[in-house]
């Protein structure tokens, strides 16, 4: 096993992981939503381990990434709410 074909496994390996959820779900997980768990983190991990590597993303989302992209869609409700109720005022 070279290198790169280390790197992409774990780099799949991640992605599988994230989209089942936070850690803490999985580990909260019964087993019975393990057994699920399972098979969609293997189906998941066979399309990423499928699709050609220009297609993946080229990277992960850190928590402080989420935490701020979290924080820029809020904004923007916000002002799409400030912009809705300003069209209301101004068309009564």
Same mark, same amino acid.
Request: proline residues 3%; negative net charge; aromatic residues 12%.
């Given at each position: =096993?070279?290198?790169?074909?280390?790197?992409?496994? =774990?780099?799949? /390996?991640? =992605?599988?992981? @994230?989209?089942?959820?936070?850690?803490?779900?999985? /580990?909260?997980s $019964?087993?019975? @939503?393990?057994?699920? #768990? *399972? *098979?969609?983190? &293997?189906?998941?991990?066979? $399309?990423?381990?499928? $699709?050609?590597?220009?297609?993946? +993303?080229?990277?992960? +989302?850190? !928590?402080?990434?989420?935490?701020?992209?979290? #924080?820029?869609?809020?904004?923007?409700?916000?002002? &799409?709410?400030?912009? &809705?109720?300003a069209? !209301?005022? *101004?068309?009564?």
């Open positions: =096993m070279n290198v790169l074909s280390l790197f992409n496994g =774990m780099s799949f /390996c991640s =992605m599988a992981l @994230e989209s089942l959820g936070s850690w803490q779900q999985l /580990c909260n $019964t087993e019975t @939503e393990m057994t699920w #768990k *399972k *098979k969609e983190f &293997i189906s998941v991990y066979e $399309t990423y381990d499928k $699709t050609p590597v220009e297609f993946l +993303p080229s990277s992960l +989302p850190g !928590r402080i990434g989420l935490v701020e992209h979290k #924080k820029e869609v809020t904004e923007s409700f916000a002002s &799409i709410q400030d912009g &809705i109720n069209y !209301r005022l *101004k068309n009564k």
